[in-house]
């Protein structure tokens, strides 16, 4: 896991975390259309979901995909409302099936093999539905706050780069950011995206509470701007202890 997701994991309360191949939400919207967002939840068979999984599905309404394969007889299976669904990697029937189940306009995508090594990859529904899947747009959640009422608070994406240092850094334009700001708009939570150099996953020592990261938020009061929220106006230099008391504010309103 991300060190800093990690670490605001550990210091919160109430949060959900995409933590693939247990439970890991994901959204998607028709390409043009953010707006017609939906979400569900992916979890590998045998995993142990995470403590707020029930939680995430009933507040957005969202269907549970089970999901395993076998790489040595080339079969996928998912489990989805109840059903048993199998077929091949590249299996455009199990394609369409999964996609009606989601209520997934389908299209054909490529065909591409499957990963080398499936064990290693920690979400693979997330990488067999980006090839199966065309004309939609697709994001996982890094990070979602909830009160002591289970009330989603705010969401949060972070970026994980020593390329550009903090307080440089600014999002990037090709990111899924107006999928993210249709969510921040529908549920009323605020967007945060969370800019760190810390390259290790683990807390190994390299990084403490004073560590600084860039901070930029959109608010749903008003409509979502990329270039007012990706300027640098709209950046806060903070420390992650600065950050985690940012957090916690929200969840007093």
Not at 87 to 109: C, F, K, R
Request: no cysteine; glycine share 6%.
């Amino acid at each position: 896991m991300d060190a800093v997701i990690a670490y605001l994991t550990l210091r919160l309360k109430h949060t959900f975390t995409s933590n693939p191949p247990s439970s890991a939400l994901i959204l998607w919207w028709p390409s043009n259309s953010p707006n017609q967002q939906k979400a569900f939840v992916t979890r590998q068979i045998g995993e142990v979901p995470q403590a707020l999984e029930s939680q995430i599905l009933k507040t957005l309404g969202a269907p549970l995909v089970l999901y395993s394969y076998d790489s040595d007889l080339d079969l996928l299976q998912f489990k989805l409302k109840g059903k048993t669904l199998k077929g091949s990697w590249n299996d455009h029937t199990l394609e369409h099936e999964v996609a009606m189940e989601l209520g997934i306009p389908y299209q054909t995508g490529g065909t591409k093999k499957p990963p080398n090594n499936p064990q290693q990859v920690r979400d693979l529904f997330h990488i067999w539905s980006r090839k199966a899947f065309a004309g939609i747009r697709k994001t996982d959640i890094d990070l979602l706050l909830l009160n002591d009422k289970e009330k989603m608070r705010a969401l949060v994406e972070v970026k994980r780069s020593a390329k550009v240092p903090v307080g440089v850094w600014t999002p990037y334009p090709s990111d899924p950011y107006d999928g993210l700001a249709s969510f921040a708009q529908t549920w009323g939570v605020t967007l945060i995206t969370v800019h760190h150099e810390i390259v290790s996953d683990e807390n190994d020592g390299k990084f403490s509470a004073d560590t600084l990261v860039d901070v930029f938020s959109y608010h749903p009061g008003s409509s979502f701007d990329f270039i007012q929220f990706a300027s640098k106006g709209n950046r806060q230099l903070t420390s992650l202890d600065e950050l985690v008391a940012k957090l916690e504010s929200m969840l007093e309103q």
